[in-house]
């Protein structure tokens, strides 16, 4: 009995931001769908515990992604090993600077751009220029729903993730008819220690997280919502699909945050409620 190919059987992925959060779920899902990762992040020991649970199908490259040099190298780690790029997820993020305007400080708003812009933009120009040469690939860029609306994150954090919604529909546009693909995501507010520290002020109070957005949604989100996002913009089930920003938030974006309407909110609206299958009559 033959076993059923993986969605990603014979690609070769670069993740960055791999050791943890929606990076290391990615890493997971792609080894599982039959991918080989380069796991490229900053932190040394986390990187190197997440590679090591996939042997031969995951590597660990240390990568700043502000560094433009040590993006080429995570790069050159995937080409050099398993002789080609199919999927770059660029990935990599922190909240970066925070508070009023007016208070900010210069250096955290430009240390905060390079960590989440133009880390996206040295990965889009040398994986792009990978890709080229094979006729196909997938990019897949990081931002947020607060890169989709105002005021649900800091200011230099909106700023970046609203310009890296920009920078894919434009890099899209480009490549797009030469078989490349670049897409991105917007996240809601998954349990990481990135949103828990936003939450709570404490990066491992994980459980914050998911028991703040299962109060709002109905749903507990999880990192795998972003990892199995990430794994259709890679496979080639989203062949036809470019230049797009996919949501993942429980429609957060669309309601200003409000998750599920209630009963009364039905009620209010003059809407017909539904109780055990059977439609109400709207008492508006």
């Known amino acids: 009995?033959?076993?059923?190919?993986?969605?990603?059987?014979?690609?070769?992925?670069?993740?960055?931001?791999?050791?943890?959060?929606?990076?290391?779920?990615?890493?997971?899902?792609?080894?599982?769908?039959?991918?080989?990762?380069?796991?490229a992040d900053i932190q040394d020991g986390p990187g190197r515990v997440v590679a090591g649970r996939y042997g031969d199908a995951?590597?660990?490259?240390?990568?700043?992604?502000?560094?433009?040099?040590?993006?080429?190298?995570?790069?050159?780690?995937?080409?050099?090993?398993?002789?080609?790029?199919?999927?770059?997820?660029?990935?990599?993020?922190?909240?970066?600077?925070?508070?009023?305007?007016?208070?900010?400080?210069?250096?955290?708003?430009?240390?905060?751009?390079?960590?989440?812009?133009?880390?996206?933009?040295?990965?889009?120009?040398?994986?792009?220029?990978?890709?080229?040469?094979?006729?196909?690939?997938?990019?897949?860029?990081?931002?947020?729903?607060a890169g989709v609306i105002g005021g649900l994150g800091p200011h230099a954090y909106t700023a970046a993730k609203t310009a890296v919604v920009g920078l894919t529909k434009s890099v899209a546009s480009e490549v797009g008819s030469q078989g490349l693909r670049v897409n991105a995501i917007a996240p809601g507010s998954i349990p990481t220690a990135l949103t828990a520290k936003l939450v709570s002020g404490d990066p491992t109070n994980l459980a914050a997280v998911a028991k703040d957005q299962t109060a709002r949604f109905g749903v507990t989100p999880d990192a795998m919502d972003i990892a199995n996002a990430a794994l259709y913009l890679a496979s080639d089930e989203s062949r036809f699909v470019n230049g797009h920003t996919l949501v993942v938030d429980a429609g957060r974006s669309i309601n200003g945050g409000s998750g599920r309407f209630s009963a009364k909110a039905a009620d209010m609206m003059g809407v017909a409620t539904v109780e055990s299958g059977e439609p109400s009559g709207s008492r508006g």
């Open 1 to 39: 009995m033959s076993t059923p190919a993986g969605r990603l059987d014979g690609k070769i992925a670069v993740v960055t931001g791999g050791a943890s959060g929606l990076g290391e779920a990615t890493v997971q899902r792609f080894v599982e769908e039959g991918a080989k990762v380069v796991v």
């Open 58 to 145: 995951a590597t660990f490259v240390h990568c700043d992604v502000t560094d433009e040099e040590q993006v080429v190298a995570a790069i050159a780690a995937a080409t050099g090993r398993w002789g080609r790029l199919d999927v770059m997820f660029n990935n990599a993020g922190v909240i970066g600077a925070v508070g009023k305007i007016h208070e900010m400080s210069t250096d955290a708003w430009l240390r905060t751009i390079d960590v989440l812009l133009h880390s996206v933009f040295y990965g889009c120009k040398h994986a792009v220029e990978v890709m080229l040469t094979q006729g196909s690939g997938s990019i897949i860029n990081t931002t947020s729903i």
